[in-house]
Nanobody, 123 residues
Framework: QVQLVESGGDSVQSGGSLRLSCAAS????????MGWFRQAPGKEREGVAA???????KYPDSVKGRFTVSQDNAKNTLYLQMNSLKPEDTAMYYC?????????????????WGQGTQVTVSS
């Protein structure tokens, strides 16, 4: 059974940084891809970063250059380094996982989900 547990969410000032972590159990990194998604109240869930086992990454323009996704296979942990945070980055952040080589930022393509961690950025 795959379990994903996010941590690292916090309240920060605009321009600040945070690193989110996602601890995975029961998931085989070498066979798939993982992603970070966020959802603000009243908005659809959007992908902010994705990474596959071969190191390919993908970001939307809204976070490119500010967010960096990485994974530590030895620790079974996915990370999201977020710099230059803006108030519009405020949301619940979720990590997700899927099996297969395709790299997606679309939430419906992911099978396994964590419970989320809240990020709040104040101006």
């Amino acid at each position: 059974q795959v379990q994903l547990v996010e941590s690292g969410g916090d309240s920060v000032q605009s321009g600040g940084s945070l690193r989110l972590s996602c601890a995975a159990s029961g998931y085989t990194y070498s066979k798939g891809c993982m992603g970070w998604f966020r959802q603000a109240p009243g908005k659809e869930r959007e992908g902010v970063a994705a990474i596959c086992s071969d190191g390919r990454t993908k970001y939307p323009d809204s976070v490119k250059g500010r967010f960096t996704v990485s994974q530590d296979n030895a620790k079974n942990t996915l990370y999201l380094q977020m710099n230059s945070l803006k108030p519009e980055d405020t949301a619940m952040y979720y990590c997700a996982a899927r099996y297969g080589p395709a790299l997606y930022l679309t939430s419906v393509m992911y099978t396994y989900w964590g419970q989320g961690t809240q990020v709040t950025v104040s101006s």
